[in-house]
């Protein structure tokens, strides 16, 4: 049988969250097949043919498919998944809003959010905001995933020749449709695989302040991240959010600035390499975890650090 | 129309939470308990569509043992009509939870049930998409906005890239995200009349749902420990020290 997985895209580039969950899958030890539902999609499953180490990739290129609606496409994945063992989608909202849906068509429960394998039917995930790891084992013959993509190091984007197979099966539910999106536009790398990310908080007092960011961010080729307090406050969008209920990063750098360092925000970048935090009050917990503590005033430091870098 | 509000009883947000020395479990001994903050985020959306003369009822419904009525009664403090729970030894996971809340709306036929995006103890993320899936309805996951008109539900849905807005067929399910609405605080007076509301208890065998759990937690363990890191002094210190120590700039 073998593994299945469903990949990310906006039917004209593979998401890159896409080659963390192959990883994952190939940690699983079975054969592997890719699954590119979409609407005018067949470019990404051409590159998801190039991706080493995959048998074939399955292409279902359908109007129903389209923006991944959740009801019409857990729908196709059911239906595919009977010639699979595993299903595994990286933990994106995307892969959040679909397999649920599978795994309850399936009668099995879902695995959220794995960050290893320890056996064909034994994970770890983090709970409780990353406060413990649990090791939870299956007793299900069929097993539904969602990756945690910083755990699992990408397999190469490049490399390989999968035999790419239409999948003709069209399902559409009819009853929910796509209105609209507003996606952010930026220059910058994305947050979830920047290099370095710079994130502000509360203390950044309003979204002018976070331009302060910008010069530092461009020095370093940093994606630009931000509390919850400070989406909240509206300085920043949501798609900003690092934490628990966020974005999870995990970076080579990671410098919080003029935030505080509540769990919900370290359950999103604890896993980084390195942590550097500027916060004028020494007892911030964010110091806790910070490698490098600059107890300073960050209208001060920004500007100087910028001038330094 | 009705409106179903799934609550969950969770460890509160504030408690930071320790594995027990033996690994078997995390240790709840005397931590304070509350409702899931999605969940009381739920409830607040369906007393506002109350309030807007959207909805007509709002039912608040929670799985687990007795405990759990403290948080329906919550929830009917915060103006919630009437409250039902489904008893179940302990938690069980979001599969059961989402085949027992089938059973509640197959007696109750909401047009629209909410719920929180995601628990805040098992972090799973699932239970309204699977609700979604078994009761063959639409869903609005993570949604920053809700609008019903007539028989439709526009969603607003925060996603990893920005926003994006899905018009679902009712009923339909609505999970919430933190930025959907800011609950209001109970008041004396709605805490005392929500100790006189209904509230009618369950067993699974009601529903037709029989409990099988499909996960064994085999251990919990502490995260892996970051090393104690250093204070700097200055900007100087701290760009020498990325680029000469950390080796990361
Ligand atoms: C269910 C739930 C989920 C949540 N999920 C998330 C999540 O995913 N991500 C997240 O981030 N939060 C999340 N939160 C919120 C979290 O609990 C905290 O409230 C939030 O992280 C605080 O953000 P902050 O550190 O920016 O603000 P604050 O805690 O207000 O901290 C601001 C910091 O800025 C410092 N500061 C102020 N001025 C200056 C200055 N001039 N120079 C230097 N430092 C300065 C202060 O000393 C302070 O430490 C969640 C909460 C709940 C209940
Ligand atoms: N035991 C429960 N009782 C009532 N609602 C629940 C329960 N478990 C989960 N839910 C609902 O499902 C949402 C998502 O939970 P989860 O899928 O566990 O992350 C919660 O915010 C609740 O609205």
């Known amino acids: 049988m073998g593994t299945l997985v469903v990949a990310e895209h906006d039917n004209a580039t593979l998401n890159p969250a896409t080659l963390n969950a192959v990883a994952a899958a190939q940690a699983l030890g079975a054969d592997i097949d890719i699954l590119v539902a979409g609407n005018g999609c067949a470019a990404v499953g051409e590159a998801a043919a190039k991706v080493p180490g995959v048998g074939k990739v399955l292409v279902a290129d359908n109007a129903a498919y389209d923006h991944a609606l959740a009801e019409n496409t857990s729908l196709l994945v059911a239906e595919l998944a009977a010639g699979y063992d595993n299903v595994v989608a990286a933990a994106t909202t995307s892969g959040k809003n679909v397999m649920p849906r599978v795994a309850a068509l399936l009668d099995v429960a879902q695995i959220s959010d794995i960050i290893s394998v320890e056996a064909a039917d034994t994970f770890k995930r983090p709970i409780y905001a990353g406060n413990v790891i649990a090791t939870v084992q299956t007793a299900d013959a069929k097993k539904v995933i969602t990756v945690r993509a910083t755990a699992f190091d990408p397999v190469a984007a490049e490399g390989g020749s999968a035999a790419v197979e239409a999948v003709d099966a069209v399902h559409d539910a009819g009853v929910s449709s796509f209105v609209g999106e507003e996606l952010a536009q930026s220059d910058r790398p994305e947050l979830t695989a920047a290099p370095v990310v710079i994130s502000g908080g509360r203390g950044m007092q309003n979204g002018d302040n976070f331009k302060l960011l910008d010069g530092i961010a461009d020095k370093l080729g940093a994606a630009i991240g931000a509390s919850r307090a400070a989406v909240d406050a509206g300085f920043v969008p949501n798609d900003m959010q690092v934490g628990q209920t966020g974005k999870i990063v995990a970076p080579e750098l990671y410098i919080a600035v003029g935030i505080s360092g509540a769990i919900q925000h370290l359950a999103g970048m604890k896993d980084s390499k390195v942590i550097v935090a500027i916060n004028k009050d020494e007892d911030a917990p964010i110091f806790q975890v910070a490698d490098y503590g600059l107890v300073a005033d960050l209208f001060e430091a920004l500007p100087e650090l910028e001038g330094k870098l | ?249």
Do not use: W
């Open chain 2, 1 to 249: 129309m009705k409106v179903l509000v799934a609550v969950k009883r969770v460890v509160d947000y504030n408690v930071k939470v320790r594995a027990k020395a033996d690994g078997s479990d995390v240790d709840l001994n005397n931590v304070k308990m509350s409702i899931n903050p999605f969940c009381e985020i739920a409830v607040e959306e369906a007393v506002r569509l109350k309030e807007a003369g959207v909805a007509t009822e709002v039912i608040a419904v929670s799985i687990g043992d007795k405990a759990c009525q403290e948080q329906i009664r919550t929830a009917l403090a915060l103006g919630a009509d009437r409250g039902i729970q489904v008893e179940t030894d302990g938690p069980v996971e979001p599969l059961v939870v989402a085949k027992l809340l089938k059973g509640v709306v197959e007696k109750e036929e909401p047009q629209l049930v909410i719920l929180g995006k995601q628990s805040i103890d098992g972090d799973n993320n699932q239970t309204g998409q699977m609700l979604g899936a078994l009761a063959g309805m639409a869903q609005g996951t993570f949604a920053s906005e809700v609008k019903v008109d007539g028989d439709q539900v526009q969603v607003t849905r925060e996603v990893d890239g920005g926003l994006q807005t899905v018009s679902l067929k009712l009923p339909a399910i609505v999970t919430t995200d933190l930025r959907l609405n800011e609950p209001r605080y109970a008041s004396l007076p709605n805490i005392m009349k929500a100790k006189k509301k209904q509230l009618d208890v369950y067993s699974p065998a009601d529903l037709g749902v029989e409990v099988k759990q499909h996960l064994t937690l085999v251990k919990v363990e502490p995260p892996a420990e970051r090393q104690a890191g250093i204070k700097v002094e200055s900007v100087d210190e701290l760009v020498d020290k990325l680029k000469n120590e950390a080796k990361v700039i």
